[in-house]
């Protein structure tokens, strides 16, 4: 399974992003799409995560500001961010968990897009 992250870039303080992460290969389902950051010195965070059925989780650092959806038919799971601050800089990185087959399971981390927020 390969994952393709787009939509990073740099914008400053206030302004707004959007992400987007496809997932491709012999998928049967995926149950979980989400999206980490690491930034420079950090440690990796779970930023929002979206079930197969829609329930999502956003980290408290995040709430108000960003919104996680997905894209069943399409495997694609989109994050967007409004309001950003310049903590949000960061290397964003969408994660699936899902199967390939019945009673195979797998697991995904993308390469990640850069996310850059001036002040």
């Known amino acids: 399974v390969q994952l393709q992250a787009s939509g990073g870039g740099l914008v400053q303080a206030g302004g707004s992003l959007r992400l987007s992460c496809v997932a491709s290969?012999?998928?049967?389902?995926?149950?979980?799409m989400g999206w980490y950051r690491q930034a420079p010195g950090k440690q990796s965070e779970l930023v929002a995560r979206?079930?197969?059925?829609?329930?999502?989780m956003l980290s408290d650092s995040v709430k108000g500001r960003f919104a996680i959806s997905r894209d069943n038919a399409r495997n694609t799971v989109y994050l967007q961010m409004n309001s950003l601050k310049p903590e949000d800089t960061a290397v964003y990185h969408c994660a699936v968990e899902g199967a390939l087959m019945p009673g195979n399971p797998f697991s995904s981390w993308g390469q990640g897009t850069l996310v850059t927020v001036s002040s």
């Open positions: 979206i079930t197969s059925g829609g329930s999502t």
């Open positions: 290969g012999s998928i049967l389902s995926i149950n979980v």
